[in-house]
């Protein structure tokens, strides 16, 4: 599975971005999909995952209310909508997919798509 991330750039705080990671190679809807990110300076963490039928998403807290992620898998895509976004929200964001367990972990994904850089200003 080949994944491309896309859809980052400058947007000031309290603004809206979409990401979208379009993959190809393989049955994208047997996948678990996730999307994590590395700030400068620190480790990649977790921000959220969806299931294969996309009817379960987990995020993590820090984005809860603010940011949701999607499929369409007949568009072998996924999306990440940003909403009311922070400066601490900037960093490279990377989708990821097939996660065995724990998909909250970067290193249970097989499958990971180069990231896409989100700056926020404040």
């Known amino acids: 599975v080949q994944l491309q991330a896309s859809g980052g750039g400058l947007v000031h705080a309290g603004g809206s971005l979409r990401l979208s990671c379009v993959a190809s190679?393989?049955?994208?809807?047997?996948?678990?999909m996730g999307w994590f990110r590395q700030a400068p300076g620190k480790e990649r963490e977790f921000v959220a995952f969806?299931?294969?039928?996309?009817?379960?998403?987990y995020y993590a807290d820090s984005v809860k209310g603010r940011f949701t992620i999607s499929r369409d898998n007949a568009k072998n895509t996924g999306y990440l909508q940003m909403n009311s976004l922070k400066p601490e929200d900037t960093a490279v964001y990377s989708c990821?997919?097939?996660?065995?367990?724990?998909?909250?972990?970067?290193?249970?994904?097989?499958?990971w798509g180069q990231g896409t850089l989100v700056t926020v200003s404040s």
């Open positions: 969806i299931s294969m039928g996309g009817s379960n998403t």
């Open positions: 190679g393989r049955t994208f809807s047997v996948y678990i």
């Open positions: 990821a997919a097939y996660c065995r367990n724990n998909c909250h972990r970067p290193d249970e994904y097989d499958y």
